[in-house]
T-cell receptor, first 113, second 116 residues
Framework: GENVEQHPSTLSVQEGDSAVIKCTYSDSASNYFPWYKQELGKRPQLIIDIRSNVGEKKDQRIAVTLNKTAKHFSLHITETQPEDSAVYFCAARIKAAGNKLTFGGGTRVLVKP | GAVVSQHPSRVICKSGTSVKIECRSLDFQATTMFWYRQFPKQSLMLMATSNEGSKATYEQGVEKDKFLINHASLTLSTLTVTSAHPEDSSFYIC????????????FGSGTRLTVV
């Protein structure tokens, strides 16, 4: 089955700096890669996603890049703000495997004011 | 659009009792519902996939007789934790594909289960 590795597990940045989280996946059949933000005790919230036929996607301060050859994808948050503090999860989906998502281990991001 | 309503949000039960968690798709038909368990400071681990009108598919290591899943309609899937024990205490969350030509998944608000 699919295996998703996520690094780092914790990330502390100064407000205004950039944050980068990296994920690798094992199955080349994965075709959809969402990123979620989860606050304590709440549901995951989709912040950005990318499909396998696209190399990069940007939405204001958030961007995702995908390298299919290397099987890794990254989340980039620029001009970080204290409200960006949360746990971020990457995920990968194999459509042929019932469309289920496999999640990375999560990254706890702390933005220090 | 594409909202999944999950209840209860919190439940405390005694060891040995059963607890039912419901997830309803409010404005779309969820032919498939994914059930996850999340322990504190850990990731979401898929437990099972429920499909409307058929048996659920369980992930390796998940006891199907302990975690009963029913998906009797296109808008309702339930997870029953039977004979709950303290080690079953966790955050349970359901998810469904948005569908209708759109990518993405919508999540329920989660159920915090505490077994005492």
């Amino acid at each position: 089955g699919e295996n998703v590795e996520q690094h780092p597990s914790t990330l502390s940045v100064q407000e205004g700096d950039s944050a980068v989280i990296k994920c690798t996946y094992s199955d080349s059949a994965s075709n959809y890669f969402p990123w979620y933000k989860q606050e304590l005790g709440k549901r995951p919230q989709l912040i950005i996603d990318i499909r396998s036929n696209v190399g990069e996607k940007k939405d204001q301060r958030i961007a995702v890049t995908l390298n299919k050859t290397a099987k890794h994808f990254s989340l980039h948050i620029t001009e970080t703000q204290p409200e960006d503090s949360a746990v971020y999860f990457c995920a990968a989906r194999i459509k042929a495997a019932g469309n289920k998502l496999t999640f990375g281990g999560g990254t706890r991001v702390l933005v220090k004011p | 659009g594409a909202v999944v309503s999950q209840h209860p949000s919190r439940v405390i039960c005694k060891s040995g009792t059963s607890v039912k968690i419901e997830c309803r798709s409010l404005d779309f038909q969820a032919t498939t519902m994914f059930w996850y368990r999340q322990f504190p400071k850990q990731s979401l681990m898929l437990m099972a996939t429920s499909n409307e009108g058929s048996k659920a598919t369980y992930e390796q290591g998940v006891e199907k007789d302990k975690f009963l899943i029913n998906h009797a309609s296109l808008t309702l899937s339930t997870l029953t934790v039977t004979s709950a024990h303290p080690e079953d205490s966790s955050f349970y969350i359901c998810s469904a594909r948005v569908g209708q030509g759109r990518e993405g998944y919508t999540f329920g608000s989660g159920t915090r289960l505490t077994v005492v």
